[in-house]
Nanobody
Framework: VQLQASGGGLVQAGGYLRLSCAAS????????VAWFRQAPGQEREFVSA????????YYSDSVKGRFILSKDNAKSTVYLQMDSLRPEDTGVYYC??????????????????WGQGTQVTVSS
């Protein structure tokens, strides 16, 4: 499965963006789909994840209440709606799939298949 992330851009603080992650050559079924982000000089950080078949969606504390992960089964696409953006949300956002156990769900090591990333820049 190849992943294609898109939707990044430059936005002012308080603004919003919607990221998309489309799967080609396969589907997300039976996988966990997640978003991570990486700021310059920082480690890759968990943002959100959804276990495709079981439904629970997880968020990092820093984005909870502002970001929403949703999915379109028919289009094999996952979205990340990002509202009330802050400068600290700046980074490259990656979508990924894998089958992590619950304890690894928030760790990059739990995932094998990564998209190319899309840049999000939030100005103050």
């Amino acid at each position: 499965v190849q992943l294609q992330a898109s939707g990044g851009g430059l936005v002012q603080a308080g603004g919003y963006l919607r990221l998309s992650c489309a799967a080609s050559g396969g589907t997300f079924r039976s996988y966990t789909v997640a978003w991570f982000r990486q700021a310059p000089g920082q480690e890759r950080e968990f943002v959100s994840a959804n276990r495709w078949n079981t439904g629970p969606t997880y968020y990092s504390d820093s984005v909870k209440g502002r970001f929403i992960l949703s999915k379109d089964n028919a289009k094999s696409t996952v979205y990340l709606q990002m509202d009330s953006l802050r400068p600290e949300d700046t980074g490259v956002y990656y979508c990924t799939t894998g089958r992590p156990i619950l304890s690894s769900l928030r760790l990059p090591e739990g995932y094998r298949n990564w998209g190319q990333g899309t840049q999000v820049t939030v100005s103050s």
